[in-house]
């Protein structure tokens, strides 16, 4: 199915930057590129590779910095056309802060531009790896001024303080997170009672209703599915409107993508390679009502 992209979308995107493999805006922006979206990149760091390798050289920016940088884009004269705004990870309360500066001044200048936020903390086989602050920061801060968030489950349950190990658990942690702010949620990387043990289920919710998206298993482990992930469906939000074909068409690219890179026995991310899953995905799921 290739995807139909009706007008041009601009997206002001805030993420850590690596020169070798894929994860922040090294695997969003490219994707986003390959479906046709302009990506204005403010990179929060820039490192040799992702720290997942234990050893990596670079730079953290600091706020005045990414402050700057969007600054200078606001000077072209674009944020009125900024259709919205994606933050992943943050080394720290300050980074959060400039973050949260360049979406009041992406909605002061075009108030239907949405704020994806990507509340990056940890997960369930590494617990917190991020800056002490964060996770309440988050909470306090990014999650109140956000339209659009996508937590796994344990980032989810730390940020609602509900357990989400059942699929009704989850919808009642998804309903405190829409109480907290966004109004699209999406649950990735989601295991409960319903799901196989061959497969992985994806969860969002808006306005009141749910959807259950399943794929099935690739066993391997790869850093920045998830800014992959954030990025297809914030563009296909974008583009259609609607949750449910945004996680429909950014899952099924996903999927492919992660396929092709467990085919390969690659480490990183085939994003090169696997392209064309971005824009005609070879498989695709669909989302049923739960």
């Known amino acids: 199915m290739a995807v139909a992209v009706p007008e041009p979308v601009n997206i002001l995107s805030l993420q850590s930057w690596v020169a070798f493999g894929h994860v922040g805006n090294a695997a969003a922006v490219f994707p986003l590129q390959r479906l046709g979206a302009e990506v204005w990149a403010v990179h929060t760091v820039q490192f040799s590779n992702h720290t997942g390798y234990g050893d990596w050289t670079g730079e953290v920016f600091g706020a005045a910095t990414i402050a700057a940088l969007v600054e200078g884009i606001a000077r072209r004269g674009v944020f009125p056309a900024c259709d919205a705004v994606l933050s992943g990870y943050l080394g720290g309360g300050p980074i959060g802060e400039a973050v949260l500066a360049s979406v009041g001044r992406a909605k002061a200048a075009n108030p239907r531009s949405l704020y994806c936020c990507d509340p990056v903390i940890?997960?369930?086989?590494?617990?917190?790896?991020?800056?002490?602050?964060?996770?309440?920061?988050l909470r306090s801060r990014a999650l109140p001024a956000a339209d659009v968030a996508l937590p796994n489950p344990f980032e989810l349950s730390l940020l609602t303080g509900l357990p989400c190990g059942t699929l009704a658990e989850t919808k009642n942690a998804v309903a405190r997170l829409h109480a907290m702010g966004p109004r699209t949620v999406l649950v990735s990387g989601l295991k409960t009672e319903v799901t196989p043990a061959d497969a992985l289920d994806l969860l969002v919710g808006e306005g009141g209703a749910f959807h259950l998206l399943r794929t099935p298993l690739v066993p391997i482990s790869v850093n920045g599915a998830g800014d992959v992930l954030a990025a297809l469906f914030l563009f296909h939000l974008l583009a259609s409107g609607s949750a449910v074909r945004a996680l429909e068409a950014a899952s099924s690219s996903l999927f492919g993508l992660i396929r092709r890179t467990a085919e390969s026995g690659a480490r990183?991310?085939?994003?090169?390679?696997?392209?064309e899953e971005f824009v005609r995905p070879t498989a695709f799921f669909k989302a049923v009502a739960c």
Do not use: M
């Not at 940890?122 to 920061?137: N, Q, W």
């Not at 990183?268 to 392209?275: F, T």
């Open 268 to 275: 990183e991310l085939a994003i090169i390679a696997a392209q």
């Open 122 to 137: 940890g997960d369930s086989g590494r617990g917190i790896y991020v800056a002490a602050e964060i996770p309440e920061f």
